[in-house]
Nanobody, 126 residues
Framework: QVQLVESGGGLVQAGGSLSLSCAAS????????MGWFRQAPGKERELVGF????????YYADSVKGRFTISGDNAKNSVYLQMNSLKPEDSAVYYC???????????????????WGQGTQVTVSS
């Protein structure tokens, strides 16, 4: 069984920065892509961005483009999210996700990922 564990959430003032980490543990697997999603109270879970290892591609939602950066270590099945210039509307539970193969869904969609972390809270105060 694969487990994804996020860390690094917390409380920060608007304009500040936070860095999240996600590491996979359990049985050895090779991920095709890893992504970050977030879910604010009363809202649907939405994509923040993803990294597709073989393609060397990163993708960001428009709402975070230019402020957030995804990086990772494929060999360690780890992915990181550097968040700068944070806004109150960035407050949410942030989830790490991974998939070992393309599953017929675009990587922008939740259904593309079969492994999920438990989430870490990010709160941005105004």
């Amino acid at each position: 069984q694969v487990q994804l564990v996020e860390s690094g959430g917390g409380l920060v003032q608007a304009g500040g920065s936070l860095s999240l980490s996600c590491a996979a543990s359990g049985r050895t697997f090779s991920s095709y892509a890893m992504g970050w999603f977030r879910q604010a109270p009363g809202k649907e879970r939405e994509l923040v961005g993803f990294i597709a290892w073989s393609a060397g591609t990163t993708y960001y939602a428009d709402s975070v483009k230019g402020r957030f950066t995804i990086s990772g270590d494929n060999a360690k099945n780890s992915v990181y999210l550097q968040m700068n210039s944070l806004k109150p509307e960035d407050s949410a539970v942030y989830y790490c996700a991974a998939t070992v193969r393309l599953r017929g869904f675009a990587l922008t969609r939740l259904m593309a990922y079969e492994y999920w972390g438990q989430g870490t809270q990010v709160t941005v105060s105004s």
